[in-house]
């Protein structure tokens, strides 16, 4: 599954903010700038700054998840929050906190930034996306027939949700608060615990009564 959209052309210059992107313009716009922009059917929409928290959790968790599929006999492959994907169902092209596909990644361009088949995809929840990764995103995700898995990651207190494919239109949702607790990932068949996914992280204290 390819498409003849390469970035080592020159960037194009989108005069009219209103008009409709094709997915090949927009990544050559995004190519010649230094922030990360989603591609939402036709618009292109600027993501917002994550913070520091919110890096070093998705740090964890690609680690986590690293290191958790090293010792299985199939094989995943995990990539961060760098790694486009590309919804064609619904012509969005997004970019998750991380993801992992199953056997060998496939791509929609020759140039491998397009990713197609995601089996399990990581949030990390923001106050300014929240909304956005729970609902919107979410729905985004299923028109894929690879995704299985969407991992829900909040940054303010020890919460990890899990919503898992079980047959069309059925999805099982788990919540782990337990500090101590593990993360089952059925899709992939592996644990990660709650203490790699939150580590060196302080959440928040709670304001004091008056």
Not at 8 to 13: F, V
Request: glycine share 4%; charged share 30%.
């Amino acid at each position: 599954m390819s498409g003849d959209i390469s970035s080592a052309q020159a960037p194009l210059k989108l005069k009219r903010k209103d008009r409709f992107v094709t997915l090949r313009e927009y990544v050559l716009w995004e190519a010649k700038h230094d922030e990360k922009y989603e591609y939402h059917n036709g618009k292109i929409v600027k993501m917002p700054y994550a913070r520091g928290p919110h890096n070093e959790i998705t740090i964890n968790v690609v680690a986590a998840l690293k290191n958790a599929v090293r010792p299985l006999k199939k094989k995943y492959r995990i990539f961060s929050g760098d790694q486009k994907i590309y919804l064609p169902e619904v012509n969005h092209g997004v970019y998750p906190d991380a993801v992992a596909v199953s056997e060998v990644p496939e791509y929609w361009d020759d140039d491998t930034l397009l990713l197609v088949n995601p089996l399990l995809v990581v949030e990390v929840l923001s106050r300014s996306t929240q909304k956005y990764d729970r609902e919107g995103k979410f729905d985004l995700y299923k028109a894929r027939p690879s995704f299985e898995e969407y991992i829900l990651v909040r940054q303010d207190t020890c919460e990890v949700e899990t919503r898992f494919r079980e047959e069309p239109g059925l999805w099982r949702e788990t919540v782990v608060t337990d500090p101590n607790g593990t993360v089952f990932l059925k899709s992939i068949g592996c644990v990660i615990s709650m203490a790699d996914i939150y580590e060196h992280i302080e959440f928040p204290k709670p304001a004091a009564k008056k």
